[in-house]
């Protein structure tokens, strides 16, 4: 069965560092998007991306926040200037809108920042 | 108010029992409902989606969704304690391309 990949699985960075989560979405899906999960709190939906753009993104998806989709296969998420606050558990998820099997999630990616 | 709502629980039922979730959510413009199943350090997979208002069996599943009420619920029946974990509700607006509002999860505790 079609996967989300995501790497790396957990990725620790010192505040105030740039990270690039990445993820590799199934390849016939067009739809791209982040979530993130804090720990103990429910999944919250970050941003949302189709045909090279971003279509909506939350209030949480701040100036620090940025996708990418730099060579047709990739969908990142990059944090410029990493806060206490971003860890998280990050998942990235694809769909298609034609499909009968909803969003697929990646494994995720735990982010610590210390 | 909350936009998806479930109770948190622990909800406890015996091995082979039926468990019944439940979720209501506030967009009556929300057109598609999931039931994700995560456990604990790992992500949200799919066991069943539902569109239209009345039943959708698939398996020991079965979603029912009433629009007019803004309820979506979830039974397992015959519970396994693999069955044992936190079963998330999500909406979303259109049909696979929007973006998915989660609840906070219900977590279900098989006892064998």
Request: hydrophobic residues 30%; contains cysteine; proline residues 4%.
């Amino acid at each position: 069965e079609p996967e989300v990949t995501q790497t790396p699985s957990h990725q620790v960075t010192q505040m105030g560092q740039e990270v690039i989560l990445r993820c590799v979405p199934i390849s016939n899906h067009l739809y791209f998007y982040w979530y993130r999960q804090i720990l103990g709190q429910k999944v919250e939906f970050l941003v949302s991306f189709y045909n090279n753009e971003i279509s909506e993104k939350s209030e949480i998806f701040d100036d620090q926040f940025s996708v990418e989709r730099p060579d047709g296969s990739n969908f990142t998420l990059k944090i410029r200037s990493t806060k206490l606050e971003d860890s998280a558990m990050y998942f990235c998820a694809s769909s298609q809108p034609t499909a009968n099997n909803g969003y697929t999630f990646g494994s995720g990616t735990r982010l610590t920042v210390v | 108010q909350k936009e998806v709502e479930q109770n948190s629980g622990p909800l406890s039922v015996p091995e082979g029992a039926i468990a019944s979730l439940n979720c209501t959510y506030s967009d009556r413009g929300s057109q598609s409902f999931f039931w994700y199943r995560q456990y604990s350090g790992k992500s949200p997979e799919l066991i069943m989606f539902i569109y239209s208002n009345g039943d959708k069996e698939d398996g020991r599943f079965t979603a029912q969704l009433n629009k007019a009420s803004q309820y979506v619920s979830l039974l397992i029946r015959d519970s396994q304690p693999s069955d044992s974990a936190t079963y998330l509700c999500a909406v979303t607006r259109s049909s696979n391309t929007g973006k998915l509002i989660f609840g906070q999860g219900t977590t279900l505790q098989v006892k064998p």
